[in-house]
């Protein structure tokens, strides 16, 4: 388990507790921004894995509005009908293109951002939803205990505000409602080592081939070592090279592993 909790993850432990405690009754919904690869997605699914809340996940640059051919979030929140009512998390990954992508001179671009904003100012304002379920039928869940947090990497800008959020589209309506920022940092290079030597892929992984956990770890350790400063996908670096050891046999060479890591920050 991580122990390198920094101040934001410990004030998202904080929201998570809150929130968990009450089952559901208080939700101080976030934004969580921060660099591609510095743990936003980890963060809270490690915290959620340890406090047993459930959780889901959406993306929101896939997301269009009511009405239009796509994936609307009526049907992004399918998973909603499964959960029986229990106090959940929804992520909403990717937050940032949409906006970004509404700033363009596209009309449509900028219509499904509005439209999709004002669709998620309905389901935080409201106790019921509908979600698209069999059969194209309609299904009202509940949305009363469900905590949003919106994640995006805003181009890697750092240290982003709310007078930011609103510069780039987002709604002063959304905002009120969801008021709370938070910014991560890029991940350590200690703490990529500690998750590499705590991996549950790798141990199932030893297991599978009868192998010994700390060989393995040894054989991989100098690649996340000096692929660190390139490193553009944080902890989804060390699965990478996970798979790719017992792939190739154990085979691992620097080629090899310049061919499956991201060696370049892209930009919108």
Partial sequence: ????????????????????????????????????????????????????????????AQLTKEGTSGNSLSKALGPLKNLAGKPAICFVDEWDKLFLSGNSNSELAHETTTGVQNEFLKVLE?????????????????????????????????????????????????????????????????????LLENSTLLTNYCVLFNKEKSEIIESIKPYVIKHYEKN?????????????????GGNMNDDEVNKVTFQKTLTL
């Fill in 232 to 248: 553009t996908i944080g902890a989804r670096i060390l699965t990478t090279l996970i798979h790719q050891y017992f792939i190739k």
């Fill in 126 to 194: 409201s106790k019921k939803t509908s979600v698209f379920g069999d059969f194209g039928k309609y299904v009202e869940v509940d949305t009363s205990n469900v905590l949003f947090i919106f994640a995006g990497a805003f181009n890697n800008q750092e240290d982003i505000t709310i007078d930011d959020l609103r510069q780039i589209g987002v709604k002063t309506e959304f905002l009120g409602r969801v008021g709370l920022v938070y910014n991560t940092k890029p991940m350590s290079l200690d703490l990529l080592l500690e």
């Fill in 1 to 60: 388990m991580k122990k390198e909790l920094d101040k934001v993850t410990n004030q998202i432990s904080k929201i998570l507790d809150i929130f968990n405690t009450s089952e559901g009754e208080i939700r101080p919904h976030f934004i969580l921004t921060g660099p591609s690869g510095s743990g936003k997605t980890f963060t809270i699914e490690t915290l959620c894995q340890d406090k047993d809340i459930e959780m889901f996940e959406i993306n929101a």
